[in-house]
């Protein structure tokens, strides 16, 4: 039997056959407001109640406005911080501010990937982290994308190497149809994918599991919500766009 991680996230445990096989590096891939980051986020907090430290590493939003964020959703991560379970990694702010002063782990340049993997290897080993969550790996190789897959498979090796689990937020365009390019795709473990679509004059968000090493998953598109406590995956529903309907299973 192989160890799997119970994400926590009502639904999505359902979807994968029990969980994300442990150690895996899974890509959450999908457009702008999609719930990328709520899910990543949701799935940090989940295991900080099941006794599962974890680091998130933030390159795309202030530190301090990810705390007011997860609040929202009555995730509070200050205690679990103070207590050395949860550690956020600022590649945000390059050390600039005054808040950014009090950040215990600060990437000054994230250009340098070197340095970034330092700082993120020296918060797993202090907390004895198992989950980590990079948003997002994007604006790592955006304007570079020939070291993309270089990129990954550094995180991969460093995150997989020390035990953990991750995901990887991975931006793609409104209208992509793929996961962040080929490099990336096919050195993640697992793929998935967030989407919104306008189906009958409404925003329907939606997720599909395209790839999962180590497990079977559901093959299905399953609708989801996010409520103020977070996202809910609707694992006995199926979202068919050509029908224009949400459906429940058969
Ligand atoms: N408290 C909330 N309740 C319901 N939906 C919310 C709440 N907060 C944010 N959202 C929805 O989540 C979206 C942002 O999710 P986010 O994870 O930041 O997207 P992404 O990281 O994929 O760009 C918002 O556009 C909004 O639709
Ligand atoms: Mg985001």
Redesign the pocket.
Known sequence: MIERVKSGIPGLDEILNGGIPRRNIVLLS?G????????GQQFLYNGLLQGEPGVLVALEEHPVQIRVNMA??GWYVKDFEQKGLFAIVDAFTGGIGEAAKRERYVVRSVDDIGELIDVIREAIRDIKAKRVVIDSVTTLYITKPVIARNVVMQLKRVLSGLGCTSML?SQVSVTERGFGGPGVEHAADGIIR?DLDEVGGELKRSIIVWKMRGTKHSMRRHPFD???RGIVIYSSKILVFGHRTVREEV
């Not at 702008?32 to 899910?39: A, D």
């Open positions: 999908g702008p407001g999609t719930g990328k980051s709520i899910m929202q959703f937020v967030l996010i409520t103020d």
